[in-house]
């Protein structure tokens, strides 16, 4: 499912707010990460001190004055509804009330605005693409950009995607960032960077 990130996540990587994301739900916890929880517990450490980052390990925050307000959002978040995006080469969970599900027309409406800009994410992802742009299908791409289609779109068309369709579902290929000038209307500069 692809999601908007409603706000800055306070990770290490953090992507950028407003950005859509492929995401997938977060996998449930395991007997590890309960022993995890259990070890900081017995060094004298409370559970409203910690965070979870990308790569499921605690750690003692130190985000300034919102550190409080950051530890109570995450004991009252909702761990079940977590879901998975990558970015940097990392993991990043998300939690619900830092998400919105983008719904294929929604996503269809972003892209052909030209208000999202696709971003390759992987290794795997950018040869896939620089595939697409090398391989047979870049005669598709060239005629889609001829045919009115933005850089996004035109790439849909090269893997397939009928963009003239308003439920037209995106492959699960790299992020797309909100451009500057849409962004700045409901970002701070610092949540635009990522």
């Known amino acids: 499912m692809w999601i908007m ?4 996540l306070p990770t290490e990587p953090s992507p950028p707010k407003l950005s859509l994301f492929w ?13 995890k929880v259990e070890e900081w517990k017995s060094l004298g450490g409370q559970p409203g001190d910690l965070w979870v980052n990308e790569f499921d390990t605690f750690q003692s925050t ?3 004055t919102g550190a409080v307000c950051f530890r109570e959002s995450l004991r009252l978040a909702n761990w ?3 879901r998975k995006i990558r970015y940097g080469g990392c993991d990043i969970r998300v939690f619900p009330h830092e998400f919105r599900p983008s719904r294929p027309e929604i996503m269809h409406e972003f892209v052909t605005d030209g208000s999202h800009v696709l971003q390759v994410g992987e290794v795997a992802e950018d040869a896939l693409v620089q595939g697409v742009l090398d391989g047979l299908a870049r005669p598709v791409f060239e005629y889609a950009l001829l045919d009115g289609c933005n850089r996004a779109q035109a790439m849909a068309v090269a893997m397939g995607v009928d963009v003239t369709l308003p439920d037209a579902v995106y492959p699960a290929i790299g992020w797309y960032r909100c451009v500057p000038e849409y962004a700045a209307m409901f970002c701070d500069s610092w949540e635009m960077e990522g």
């Open 5 to 8: 990130l409603l706000q800055k």
């Open 80 to 82: 079940g509804g977590a």
């Open 23 to 35: 995401s997938t739900p977060w996998p449930p916890e395991g007997k590890g990460s309960q022993a």
């Open 62 to 64: 130190r985000w300034g």
